[in-house]
């Protein structure tokens, strides 16, 4: 048997962890998980054939290696329909599992524009033939983000408009406002099935306006009093 000094730790490298960029900062927050919520605004959900009342939040994942920080987004490969979706990003410095709503926003550390892409055409083979939405949503660069502004800068945001633009024309356009679920209550939700950690983020869903992507075009995401991020499809 080899010295264990001799051996390292790990049989293969490990992979660079996932991370975001801080605004105003040379200093990174460490991405574990991404969560994502389905339909959280009424008007996205009626532009996808749904009911807009409020129904029990839904949600999905995506790996943290979707983390993409842009300027550049690659083309996704086996599509011919991809969709941008503006989103509320929230980063957690806590976990916990059966988080109060009351006390959820103690469990964040700050805020990102992102943008959950989306394979739309996969995503509708995937729900016609009740497959997973995983090679819809969870792709290499699927999640770009911008850098995150953290609670002690910005504080809460509870309103405050979201919109994206694309070649300088506007495509989606709410209010946080608008959200169905607010960000204690999606914490809350979704601590009763995970096990949240520090690092974990969320997700919070689309206003209306999703809609497809070329490759060349410029897109630039803003959230009022959060920041902005802006893509080159390449
Ligand atoms: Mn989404």
Same mark, same amino acid.
């Given at each position: ?6 051996? %390292? ?5 490990? %992979? ?48 943290? @290696? ?7 987004? %690659? ?12 989103? /509320? ?6 976990? @916990? ?20 892409? +989306? ?24 999640? %770009? ?9 910005? @504080? ?6 979201? #919109? ?18 607010? +960000?204690?209550?999606?914490?809350? +939700? ?15 869903? #689309? ?5 497809? /992507? ?5 897109? +630039? ?14």
């Amino acid at each position: 048997m080899a010295d264990s000094q001799d051996e %390292p730790l790990w049989v293969i490298t490990p %992979p660079p962890g996932a991370r975001l960029p801080v605004q105003g900062s040379d200093r990174f927050f460490p991405v574990n998980r991404i969560f994502c919520i389905g339909r959280n605004y009424a008007a996205h959900a009626v532009e996808m054939g749904h009911d807009p009342d409020r129904e029990a939040p839904f949600f999905f994942l995506k790996a943290a @290696g979707s983390i993409s920080p842009g300027p550049r987004f %690659p083309w996704p490969t086996e599509t011919a329909d991809l969709h941008h979706e503006v989103e /509320l990003v929230v980063a957690l410095s806590k976990g @916990g599992s059966g988080i109060a709503a009351r006390d959820a926003l103690d469990h964040v550390w700050g805020y990102g524009v992102g943008i959950d892409m +989306t394979r739309r055409d996969l995503q509708a083979e995937a729900k016609k033939l009740g497959r997973p939405w995983d090679v819809a949503k969870s792709f290499d660069h699927s999640a %770009p983000c911008g850098p995150l502004l953290p609670v002690t800068a910005g @504080g809460h945001p509870v309103a405050g408009a979201i #919109t994206l633009d694309v070649n300088g024309q506007r495509r989606q356009e709410g209010d946080l406002n608008q959200m169905i679920w607010k +960000t204690p209550e999606i914490i809350a +939700t979704l601590s009763r099935y995970f096990t949240l950690e520090a690092g974990d983020i969320i997700m919070t869903g #689309t206003p209306a306006g999703v809609g497809p /992507l070329q490759r060349g075009d410029d897109v +630039t995401a803003r959230i009022e009093g959060i920041g902005a991020l802006s893509l080159s499809v390449v």
